[in-house]
């Protein structure tokens, strides 16, 4: 597939970009975790099965992407880029448990607490939370000068991730008072979907030792796509069987979603106007821009 989102260059192939990307994540996934170590075998076994799971790894290749951006080496941000999907798995296996979502489903498979029963998938995911944060301290001490860059980069995973942002949108989205209107449904999904994705974008330029005026670029980016992708997250329950999870959930629960909201087109407009506004925010970045551009495109194009 050629991307032919705004401003992006016919030649550039997102397909292949995504694709060579996610095969570099996945195996530094593995690496990260590998199937051998300490600590009991059967939590080891479930966080592997979690995080390894085929999926998009659409929040480390950002961090790739705007490490990339920013004039920076995405090798250098891997890590950091791993310990995003670190916590992106953790919160999947708890969204999935019967006290959240009930899931069956997740990636084509069984959800973790239907294959490694509610208690291990609970604790896989307090394992998998902790251990992202190894991976920017490894990150940090991996070459001289990365310290403060390191702390930073931890800061903005913690508030990415905890009550500033997922978790806060998480405990928004079990309300069951629920969002009033589409202002309080963006707020509960630029803190439930978008905080972590802003995070990974962040982390990736911070490894880039990008300055204030970009990290302001980027940080637009991020909340335009993020809330972009969540956009497209209800498109896709009412419309796609095939999501490797449980499809049609929202609106079996009752759910107030962006098609429920402003209906299927409306949420479509919606979609196709904040991918303009992240790709707006990319003029004038010191390293390529193509890939970012290209994968807010994606965000409306992708099928599951």
Request: with cysteine; glycine share 10%; aromatic share 4%.
């Given at each position: 597939?050629?991307?032919?989102?705004?401003?992006?260059?016919?030649?550039?192939?997102?397909?292949?970009?995504?694709?060579?990307?996610?095969?570099?994540?996945?195996?530094?996934?593995?690496?990260?975790?590998?199937?051998?170590?300490?600590?009991?075998?059967?939590?080891?076994?479930?966080m592997?099965?979690?995080?390894?799971?085929?999926?998009?790894?659409?929040?480390?290749?950002?961090?790739?992407?705007?490490?990339?951006?920013?004039?920076?080496?995405?090798?250098?941000?891997?890590?950091?880029?791993?310990?995003?999907?670190?916590?992106?798995?953790?919160?999947?296996?708890?969204?999935?448990?019967?006290?959240?979502?009930?899931?069956?489903?997740?990636?084509?498979?069984?959800?973790?607490?239907?294959?490694?029963?509610?208690?291990?998938?609970?604790?896989?995911?307090?394992?998998?939370?902790?251990?992202?944060?190894?991976?920017?301290?490894?990150?940090?001490?991996?070459?001289?000068?990365?310290?403060?860059?390191?702390?930073?980069?931890?800061?903005?995973?913690?508030?990415?991730?905890?009550?500033?942002?997922?978790?806060?949108?998480?405990?928004?989205?079990?309300?069951?008072?629920?969002?009033?209107?589409?202002?309080?449904?963006?707020?509960?999904?630029?803190?439930?979907?978008?905080?972590?994705?802003?995070?990974a974008?962040?982390?990736?330029?911070?490894?880039?030792?990008?300055?204030?005026?970009?990290?302001?670029?980027?940080?637009?980016?991020?909340?335009?796509?993020?809330?972009?992708?969540?956009?497209?997250?209800?498109?896709?329950?009412?419309?796609?069987a095939d999501?490797?999870?449980?499809?049609?959930?929202?609106?079996?629960?009752?759910?107030r979603?962006?098609?429920?909201?402003?209906?299927?087109?409306?949420?479509r407009?919606?979609?196709?106007?904040l991918?303009?506004?992240?790709?707006?925010?990319?003029?004038?970045?010191?390293?390529?821009?193509?890939?970012?551009?290209?994968?807010?495109?994606?965000?409306i194009?992708?099928?599951?």
């Amino acid at each position: 597939m050629t991307s032919d989102a705004p401003g992006v260059e016919s030649a550039f192939s997102l397909s292949k970009y995504l694709s060579e990307r996610r095969d570099l994540i996945e195996k530094a996934l593995d690496v990260a975790l590998p199937a051998s170590g300490g600590g009991h075998p059967d939590l080891r076994e479930a966080m592997r099965y979690s995080l390894l799971g085929a999926g998009k790894r659409f929040r480390p290749i950002l961090t790739l992407a705007a490490c990339e951006a920013c004039g920076g080496d995405w090798a250098s941000a891997l890590d950091v880029a791993c310990a995003v999907e670190f916590v992106h798995a953790y919160s999947l296996v708890h969204d999935d448990l019967p006290a959240m979502d009930d899931a069956t489903l997740r990636r084509g498979r069984p959800a973790c607490h239907r294959k490694y029963g509610e208690a291990m998938a609970i604790l896989a995911g307090d394992a998998l939370l902790t251990q992202a944060w190894v991976l920017p301290a490894r990150w940090g001490t991996a070459a001289p000068g990365r310290a403060e860059a390191a702390m930073r980069m931890s800061l903005e995973l913690a508030a990415g991730a905890g009550v500033d942002g997922m978790v806060s949108g998480q405990a928004y989205d079990i309300d069951d008072r629920g969002p009033a209107d589409v202002r309080a449904l963006d707020d509960l999904h630029r803190l439930k979907t978008g905080a972590l994705i802003r995070a990974a974008v962040r982390m990736g330029a911070i490894a880039a030792g990008a300055d204030n005026k970009l990290l302001d670029k980027l940080t637009r980016y991020a909340g335009a796509v993020g809330l972009a992708f969540q956009v497209v997250d209800d498109i896709l329950d009412v419309k796609v069987a095939d999501t490797g999870k449980d499809s049609g959930a929202d609106a079996a629960r009752g759910k107030r979603t962006y098609p429920v909201m402003v209906g299927l087109e409306g949420a479509r407009a919606r979609a196709r106007s904040l991918v303009e506004e992240a790709v707006a925010a990319l003029d004038n970045l010191p390293g390529p821009a193509e890939p970012l551009a290209a994968i807010a495109g994606y965000t409306i194009e992708r099928d599951k």
